[in-house]
């Protein structure tokens, strides 16, 4: 495969998403343009800048669009509507080409498994009563138990808690996530012709790509039969139907130039790998990558799979370190335990900052150097660690339908630091953010960091500009080098090698001319410290 270039024409080329690093924004946690203490677009348009300097090829926007927030905007009322809350839709469409002028391009995110609530069909659904037509574009059935007071199948939950909830008339609707979010039936061909409706009018304003939510969720096995571990097809995960909607989204995707990523959590790597066919989507999320643990053999062994996995269908990795779902990079890797913490996830657990953000920097210079696409979640780049938020401000339905147990996913949706001296990090201008930013805030503002040779946000424009520059970066072949234990060293092209030291002690640089940049300083004898890594030519 050729590697093909960023800088002979930026931003133009077809392939782009090859090997883009695209910035993922959470609008209400971005930027506040109009100080009301949640983020908006007009926030977002004034920091174009910030991102273009960042030297983001895409920005991948969670959900903008009319909705309750029960789940984050995950929940949504309406496609063709900005929720006002962030603004409206003319700024969206000015957002998406001053962006556009700037090199960026627009990524949105589409959720295909549910509506919200309040979405026109679910109301009518339940306005029109059992059996009716509206009600056949979810899933609506009758009870189990002599009064149907029992849900109709046994099915676990995306979060905690039940997945059918019971509406007046006595019939129940299925939820994977929230009872807020009523799952559509993919089996009913209005579903789809609305989808595809909705994917053309954001590409008809400008969006060069969609990010698809639970996208190995929406197919249902229409008799919804009881779970039975082990048994295949699975009758809500990855089915085949799905295939097909998937390839009918692409020649609608394709019409535009337009491109995709799915949201697809799959142990299998062979059934991931069947999403990525060349007529189905272009790329989709690594989680392998993101829930490996800091470990040298681990993470050589993510990487080997999943490039392995995706040769085949000849579509690009992606790596990801962090999101708005998951704990954040340098409270993860500053962990005792290193492993992804979906598991440990608690109160309280310990963790040395210091340790994780040296890790993290290392993990900045290992994750860019790879071949594929690239995803930064917002304030990755200024270090920021998850935040710990008062139990009585935490927002996250994750949490309270864990009975309390889970803290939930917004200790890594706090609002951006942005200036020092500013109230409030200069998120916006004076009101409370509608989650409290921890003390310290400021002290990882993106102004105090731009001033810093030494911060993570110097760190990240630094990498992100040399990997536009340095032929053999982004798209393309990689290889190993022999390296000592716990020592990772690979090279990207003649003369181009990552090196990443996960031992306990420093390790001599493989030959070179030049060191393009480290993630910490070398020691006196020029060796690479321990949770450090370097980019060498020669
Ligand atoms: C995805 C989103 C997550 C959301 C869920 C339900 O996993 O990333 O934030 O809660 O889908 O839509």
Not at 55 to 76: E, I, K, Q, R
Not at 195 to 205: I, K, M
Not at 220 to 243: I, T, W
């Amino acid at each position: 495969m050729a590697a093909p270039h960023h800088d002979t024409t930026p931003g133009t080329r077809e392939d782009w998403w090859r090997d883009a690093a695209i910035y993922q924004v959470y609008p209400r946690s971005f930027a506040d343009g109009d100080g009301d203490g949640t983020g908006d677009l007009a926030g977002v348009r004034a920091k174009l800048p910030y991102l273009a300097e960042l030297g983001v090829d895409a920005v991948w926007f969670t959900p903008w669009y009319l909705s309750p927030l029960a789940d984050g905007g995950y929940d949504v009322a309406d496609y063709r509507t900005i929720d006002p809350a962030f603004g409206t839709l003319d700024e969206a469409e000015k957002l998406i080409a001053e962006a556009r002028a700037l090199g960026i391009r627009t990524i949105v995110d589409i959720v295909p498994n549910h509506v919200s609530d309040q979405h026109p069909w679910f109301r009518a659904a339940l306005a029109a009563g059992p059996g009716s037509p509206e009600r056949k574009l979810f899933h609506f059935r009758p009870g189990r138990g002599d009064h149907g007071e029992l849900p109709p199948n046994d099915w676990p939950s995306q979060f905690a808690g039940p997945t059918w909830t019971r509406v007046e008339d006595g019939e129940w609707y299925l939820h994977l996530f929230t009872p807020q979010q009523p799952d559509l039936n993919w089996a009913h061909p209005v579903v789809r012709e609305e989808h595809e409706s909705v994917l053309r009018f954001w590409f008809e304003r400008g969006v060069a790509g969609v990010r698809i939510d639970s996208a190995a969720l929406p197919a249902k096995d229409p008799a919804l039969p009881d779970f039975v571990e082990g048994r295949d097809p699975h009758p809500y995960v990855d089915r085949d139907e799905l295939h097909e909607i998937y390839r009918s989204w692409r020649r609608v995707a394709d019409a535009y130039g337009a491109v995709f990523v799915g949201e697809v959590w799959l142990p299998d790597s062979e059934r991931f790998a069947r999403y990525l066919r060349p007529d189905e989507l272009h790329t989709a999320f690594n989680f392998t990558f993101l829930t490996c643990p800091w470990d040298p053999d681990r993470l050589r062994g993510a990487i080997d799979d999943t490039l392995a996995e995706h040769a085949p269908v000849g579509a690009p990795a992606t790596w990801v370190l962090c999101n708005h779902d998951v704990t954040r990079t340098v409270t993860r890797y500053g962990r005792a335990e290193t492993g992804f913490d979906f598991a440990t996830k608690a109160f309280g657990t310990p963790t040395d900052l210091e340790l994780g953000t040296r890790r993290a920097r290392a993990a900045a210079l290992l994750t860019l150097a790879l071949p594929g696409s690239v995803y930064l979640y917002q304030g990755e780049e200024l270090g920021l660690p998850e935040a710990d938020i008062p139990r009585d401000r935490i927002q996250d339905p994750m949490h309270f339908r864990s009975g309390g147990t889970d803290p939930g996913r917004d200790g890594c949706r706090v609002p951006l630091p942005w200036n020092a001296d500013a109230p409030y990090a200069g998120f916006g201008s004076g009101t409370e953010p509608w989650l409290p930013q921890p003390d310290g805030w400021s002290a990882y503002a993106a102004d105090r960091q731009a001033a810093d040779p030494a911060s993570m946000l110097t760190l990240y424009r630094t990498a992100l500009r040399l990997r536009r520059s340095e032929p053999g970066l982004g798209d393309g072949p990689l290889e190993w080098l022999p390296a000592p234990d716990g020592v990772l060293a690979l090279r990207r092209a003649p003369g181009l090698v990552c090196v990443v030291n996960l031992a306990r002690t420093p390790a001599a640089l493989p030959d070179h001319e030049t060191v393009l940049l480290t993630s910490g300083p070398l020691d006196t004898d020029g060796r690479l410290p321990t949770d450090t890594a370097a980019w060498l030519r020669g």
